[in-house]
């Protein structure tokens, strides 16, 4: 069975068609990245995947049952949701925000434990964030609060992983740092579905792509499979080229 089943998915904002009949499945250990110019919907479809946002139609299934269905501490369980933008309307420090992740992990007047305190700072450590613990969220750069965010991501230990630009902001040290975290999630048996405007993140770390063309259309399937220069010049409506080195491609766009 796979861990999320999307079944004739479409999503309108407002008078606009996002995304029209959308069918895939995600399985244990599979990592997609979901690629689209502005305004694609692609961080609609995040959102209805999170259980957030309402299809206009279809069927969302995790682990088998309907979505809408999943009791929400059971869904918290099971999805953790980096979202587009870092918005903390209260002060925190990094280690409370960090330790949000453990919430679905807790009874309603339980506090964090040892476990819980070990885990938030090893995921903080492994993103470059060791000593920040005491720090006070608003403090931080762009860069170090969407680090934070999905170092908390990480913190829930949920089965899959949605992940919405969490390399926007990152310099290119940090960002090589994320992907091998990413990587190491994925061969740990995790699923992640990760939103992008860089196609050559792909390579190193993802299995699957998703290309969400914006008026309905879109493209699904595995990496090599989707991932060409013809797809790409349709997808952002700019002729793409690629280059080969080290066995690996990398995607440019040509003058």
């Known amino acids: 069975m796979s861990l999320l089943q999307v079944k004739n998915l479409s999503l309108k904002q407002g008078e606009r068609l996002l995304i029209d009949d959308l ?34 139609h279809g069927q969302i299934l995790l682990n088998g049952q309907s979505l809408p269905e999943v009791a929400p501490a059971q869904r918290a369980k099971s999805v953790a949701w980096q979202t587009q933008h870092d918005e903390c309307p209260f002060p925190l420090t990094v280690l409370e925000k960090t330790l949000t992740g453990r919430h679905p992990h807790l009874s309603r007047w339980e506090w964090e434990g040892e476990h819980d305190l070990a885990l938030a700072l090893a995921q903080l450590a492994r993103l470059d964030l060791r000593g920040f613990d005491k720090r006070d969220l608003a403090s931080l750069s762009g860069g170090e609060r969407r680090r934070v965010a999905l170092a908390t991501a990480l913190t829930q230990q949920a089965p899959l992983l949605l992940l919405d630009e969490p390399l926007s902001q990152l310099d290119l040290r940090h960002q090589q740092q994320a992907l091998q975290v990413l990587r190491t999630e994925r061969a740990a048996g995790r699923s992640i579905v990760m939103v992008s405007h860089d196609p050559n993140h792909a390579a190193q770390f993802a299995t699957h792509a998703l290309l969400l063309f914006g008026n309905g259309e879109w493209q699904a399937g595995v990496l090599n499979e989707v991932l060409n220069t013809d797809c790409l010049s349709k997808l952002y409506h700019h002729p793409v080229s690629v280059i ?4 690996m491609c990398w995607f440019v766009p040509m003058h």
Do not use: D, H, R
């Open 23 to 56: 069918s895939l499945q995600i399985g244990a250990g599979e990592a997609w990245i979901v690629l689209g110019e502005n305004g694609c919907g692609k961080s609609t479809l995040l959102s209805a995947l999170a259980g957030w946002f309402k299809p206009l």
């Open 244 to 247: 080969e080195q080290g066995g």
